[in-house]
Each structure stands twice: as C-alpha cells, then as structure tokens.
C-alpha cells in the first residue's frame, strides 16, 4: 500500500517497475500473474468502485 496521504480519494499501491516503486490507482490495476489473494483484493476492490461506494 502506497501511505496514507496519497489514498485519501483513491486506494493506491506500490508496484515494481523498472526497479523503481510506483504508487498507481488500484482501481487501474489488473492482475497478471499474481497470487490468488491478490487477485481476490483487486476484483474486490473494483466491485466496490462499481458499486459506488466511497471513503
């Protein structure tokens, strides 16, 4: 997770890229090659956007 000032509107996390970390919108985000429990946060942070809800 990206800290918590940079996700007061929007969830954030940190992804590896380049061999940098970079915060992005979770709700960009689709797993490729990732564990079963990621894939479950990431489907179920989408439905919850989806759904409208909101901080």
Same mark, same amino acid.
């Given at each position: 997770m990206a800290p918590e000032e940079e996700c007061m509107h929007e969830m954030f996390v940190e992804i590896q890229w380049e061999k940098r970390k970079l915060a992005v919108p !979770?709700?960009? !985000?689709?797993?490729?090659?990732?564990t079963d429990e990621t894939?479950? +946060?990431i489907e179920d942070w989408h439905?919850?956007? +989806?759904?409208?809800?909101q901080f």
């Open positions: !979770l709700s960009q !985000l689709k797993g490729i090659s990732v894939r479950q +946060a439905y919850w956007v +989806a759904m409208g809800y």
